[in-house]
């Protein structure tokens, strides 16, 4: 905790100052806030970002707006994750920057965060850095880009939990809402009940948002083909594995790996 504490004292030192942290710094910590808001980038793999209320998965290529005082844990499991965070003095500067939001990262912003990459501390107003940055964070809303959309929400109900992880453990077999019914004692009925009450989602939606998020992670760290991984993920035809990544990640599978290079 005393960490997290030093932490958001270096985030929030100069109120007005545009901070630029290239080092992994919240790598494994608690939940914890600060009064700037916070454009982290992720190139070359996946980072998890955890809230009370949903599990967040950004993909390599992707950015994710965090609002100021908004209480996050962040997570990298790969060390040749490449992250850049950038904390903006607190603002009123419209609806998109009151919300949590996972992005692409476009061209345009990519040559942008190229020009500055060796950018590094805080910068205030007056410097061309600073208009630089500022500019950088209008542009975010005014991109018009596609949510990524991968999220999954989080429990207390200890059979729902009970029952994700027994998805979790099993993801490569023919699961079913039938299946898992029977196996936990519920009804169809009930346990289709329980997913809408506790998540938000059917069965179906969060045993898929599952299965993506397992594939992504192997697309990332194994030479496993296409194919090879659509079976361990519990998908026997090809077509129907991709186009499901495909309507939840707006990429293919070849794709998604190709950006990963």
Known sequence: MEYVNELSKTIDQ??????VMRQQMEQKL???QHAKGQLLL????????????RDYYIPSNHYIWIPADYAHNLMYNAQDLHIINIYFPAADDGAFYKELGIYPVSRLLFELLAFSETWQGNY??????????????????????QKFSIQLPITDDSRIRAITDDMRHRIGEPLSLEESA??????????????Q??????????????????????????????????????????SAFSNTFFQLTNI??????????
Request: glycine content about 4%; proline content about 3%.
């Open 124 to 145: 205030f107003a007056g410097c061309w850095e600073y208009e630089l940055m500022s500019t950088m964070k209008k542009l975010l809303a005014h991109e018009n880009l």
């Open 30 to 32: 608690p939940a914890h």
């Open 197 to 238: 009450q506790c998540l938000h989602l059917s069965f179906v939606q969060y045993l898929k948002m599952l299965r993506v998020i397992r594939a992504m992670e192997l697309l990332k760290d194994t030479s496993l083909s296409i194919s090879e991984i659509a079976y361990q993920v519990g998908y026997s035809n090809i």
């Open 252 to 261: 293919r599978p070849s794709d998604f790996r190709s950006k990963l290079k």
């Open 42 to 53: 992720v190139f070359g793999g996946i980072a998890y970002l955890q809230t009370l209320e």
């Open 14 to 19: 100069y109120p007005e100052s545009i901070l």
């Open 182 to 195: 029977q196996k936990f004692g519920l009804s169809v009925r009930s346990l289709t009940r329980l997913f």
